[in-house]
Protein backbone atom coordinates (compact mmCIF):
# COMPACT_ATOMS: atom_id res chain seq x y z
CA UNK A 1 0.00 0.00 0.00
CA UNK A 2 1.48 3.22 -0.81
CA UNK A 3 1.27 6.05 1.68
CA UNK A 4 -1.46 7.72 0.30
CA UNK A 5 -3.65 4.67 0.77
CA UNK A 6 -2.48 4.10 4.42
CA UNK A 7 -2.82 7.90 5.30
CA UNK A 8 -6.33 7.29 3.69
CA UNK A 9 -7.00 4.11 5.84
CA UNK A 10 -5.85 5.31 9.02
CA UNK A 11 -8.22 8.95 8.57
CA UNK A 12 -11.60 6.30 7.88
CA UNK A 13 -10.24 4.13 10.99
CA UNK A 14 -9.96 7.00 12.76
CA UNK A 15 -13.90 8.50 11.82
CA UNK A 16 -15.51 5.31 12.37
CA UNK A 17 -13.54 4.92 15.73
CA UNK A 18 -14.82 8.16 16.52
CA UNK A 19 -18.31 7.21 15.76
CA UNK A 20 -18.29 4.66 17.83
CA UNK A 21 -17.24 6.51 20.72
CA UNK A 22 -20.14 6.92 23.21
CA UNK A 23 -19.90 9.91 25.97
CA UNK A 24 -20.27 9.02 29.24
CA UNK A 25 -23.35 10.75 31.34
CA UNK A 26 -23.19 10.20 34.92
CA UNK A 27 -26.91 10.28 36.77
CA UNK A 28 -26.29 12.83 39.69
CA UNK A 29 -29.33 12.74 40.62
CA UNK A 30 -29.09 11.26 43.79
CA UNK A 31 -26.19 13.21 45.14
CA UNK A 32 -27.94 16.25 44.00
CA UNK A 33 -30.82 15.20 46.23
CA UNK A 34 -28.28 14.65 48.98
CA UNK A 35 -27.33 18.44 48.83
CA UNK A 36 -30.61 19.83 48.28
CA UNK A 37 -31.95 17.69 51.32
CA UNK A 38 -28.92 18.75 53.51
CA UNK A 39 -29.65 22.27 52.77
CA UNK A 40 -32.84 22.11 53.16
CA UNK A 41 -31.79 21.20 57.10
CA UNK A 42 -29.61 24.08 56.93
CA UNK A 43 -32.10 26.52 55.85
CA UNK A 44 -34.32 25.35 58.97
CA UNK A 45 -31.64 24.86 61.70
CA UNK A 46 -31.13 28.94 60.32
CA UNK A 47 -34.77 29.98 60.56
CA UNK A 48 -35.19 28.49 63.84
CA UNK A 49 -31.91 30.22 65.21
CA UNK A 50 -33.77 32.73 63.95
CA UNK A 51 -31.01 33.82 61.48
CA UNK A 52 -32.10 36.42 58.63
CA UNK A 53 -28.95 36.48 56.77
CA UNK A 54 -28.21 32.92 56.55
CA UNK A 55 -31.82 32.04 55.98
CA UNK A 56 -32.34 34.45 53.10
CA UNK A 57 -28.67 33.14 51.65
CA UNK A 58 -30.89 30.02 50.63
CA UNK A 59 -33.11 32.19 47.99
CA UNK A 60 -31.88 33.10 44.39
CA UNK A 61 -31.48 37.17 43.54
CA UNK A 62 -34.67 36.74 41.59
CA UNK A 63 -36.63 33.99 43.59
CA UNK A 64 -40.60 34.32 44.67
CA UNK A 65 -42.17 33.64 47.50
CA UNK A 66 -45.75 33.02 47.01
CA UNK A 67 -48.39 32.99 50.20
CA UNK A 68 -51.89 32.46 51.11
CA UNK A 69 -53.66 35.18 51.11
CA UNK A 70 -50.37 37.74 49.64
CA UNK A 71 -49.41 38.85 46.49
CA UNK A 72 -46.29 37.38 44.81
CA UNK A 73 -42.84 38.27 46.48
CA UNK A 74 -39.80 38.34 44.15
CA UNK A 75 -36.53 39.34 44.54
CA UNK A 76 -34.16 38.80 47.54
CA UNK A 77 -34.54 41.71 49.02
CA UNK A 78 -38.83 41.72 49.01
CA UNK A 79 -38.42 38.14 50.81
CA UNK A 80 -35.46 39.02 53.10
CA UNK A 81 -38.28 41.73 54.30
CA UNK A 82 -41.40 39.63 54.59
CA UNK A 83 -38.83 37.02 56.40
CA UNK A 84 -38.00 40.18 58.64
CA UNK A 85 -41.46 40.89 59.76
CA UNK A 86 -41.97 37.40 60.11
CA UNK A 87 -39.28 36.61 62.55
CA UNK A 88 -40.29 39.75 64.42
CA UNK A 89 -44.06 39.08 65.16
CA UNK A 90 -44.54 38.01 69.02
CA UNK A 91 -44.05 34.24 69.54
CA UNK A 92 -43.11 33.73 66.12
CA UNK A 93 -41.44 30.32 65.58
CA UNK A 94 -41.37 27.80 62.65
CA UNK A 95 -40.06 24.64 61.49
CA UNK A 96 -40.25 22.70 58.65
CA UNK A 97 -38.46 19.90 57.40
CA UNK A 98 -38.56 17.86 53.58
CA UNK A 99 -40.52 14.82 52.72
CA UNK A 100 -39.84 14.43 48.96
CA UNK A 101 -36.72 15.73 47.48
CA UNK A 102 -36.44 14.77 43.63
CA UNK A 103 -34.04 16.19 41.37
CA UNK A 104 -34.23 16.32 37.30
CA UNK A 105 -31.88 13.91 35.38
CA UNK A 106 -30.69 17.16 33.64
CA UNK A 107 -29.39 18.30 37.04
CA UNK A 108 -30.48 21.97 37.09
CA UNK A 109 -33.98 21.77 38.76
CA UNK A 110 -35.08 19.95 41.65
CA UNK A 111 -38.31 20.02 43.73
CA UNK A 112 -38.85 19.83 48.05
CA UNK A 113 -42.44 18.69 49.30
CA UNK A 114 -42.43 19.35 53.14
CA UNK A 115 -44.15 19.40 55.98
CA UNK A 116 -44.31 22.55 58.22
CA UNK A 117 -45.74 23.55 62.02
CA UNK A 118 -45.88 27.67 62.33
CA UNK A 119 -46.37 29.04 65.97
CA UNK A 120 -47.57 33.22 66.56
CA UNK A 121 -49.47 34.80 68.95
CA UNK A 122 -53.06 36.06 67.93
CA UNK A 123 -54.38 39.66 68.53
CA UNK A 124 -54.44 38.80 72.18
CA UNK A 125 -51.36 37.39 73.10
CA UNK A 126 -52.32 33.64 73.06
CA UNK A 127 -50.22 31.12 71.41
CA UNK A 128 -51.18 29.66 67.74
CA UNK A 129 -49.86 26.89 65.89
CA UNK A 130 -50.67 25.76 62.42
CA UNK A 131 -49.20 22.88 60.51
CA UNK A 132 -48.79 22.95 56.72
CA UNK A 133 -47.05 21.72 53.67
CA UNK A 134 -45.22 23.51 51.43
CA UNK A 135 -43.15 23.12 47.82
CA UNK A 136 -39.57 24.58 47.36
CA UNK A 137 -38.32 24.71 43.80
CA UNK A 138 -34.38 24.98 43.67
CA UNK A 139 -32.51 25.55 40.52
CA UNK A 140 -28.52 24.64 40.51
CA UNK A 141 -26.85 28.63 39.47
CA UNK A 142 -23.86 28.87 36.81
CA UNK A 143 -21.58 28.56 40.18
CA UNK A 144 -22.89 25.03 40.72
CA UNK A 145 -25.14 26.08 44.06
CA UNK A 146 -28.80 25.63 44.47
CA UNK A 147 -31.24 27.75 45.51
CA UNK A 148 -34.44 28.54 46.00
CA UNK A 149 -35.85 30.23 43.17
CA UNK A 150 -39.59 29.62 44.49
CA UNK A 151 -41.36 28.96 47.56
CA UNK A 152 -44.80 28.33 48.26
CA UNK A 153 -47.02 26.58 51.25
CA UNK A 154 -50.64 26.39 52.83
CA UNK A 155 -51.78 25.46 56.01
CA UNK A 156 -53.25 22.06 56.33
CA UNK A 157 -56.06 21.76 59.37
CA UNK A 158 -56.10 17.83 58.59
CA UNK A 159 -52.52 17.91 60.08
CA UNK A 160 -50.52 17.50 57.40
Known amino acids: ???????????????????????????????????????????????????????VSFYADDASLLLEGSPIITGKDAIRERWKSNLERPGFSMSF?????????????????????????DDAGKSVTENGKYVVIYKKGPDGVWKIVLDTGNADPAGR
Open 1 to 55: MNRIGVLIASISLSILMGGCVTKRVTDSRGENERIIRESEIAAAKALAAKDLDSF
Open 97 to 121: EPVTVEASSSGDLAYVRGIYTLTVN
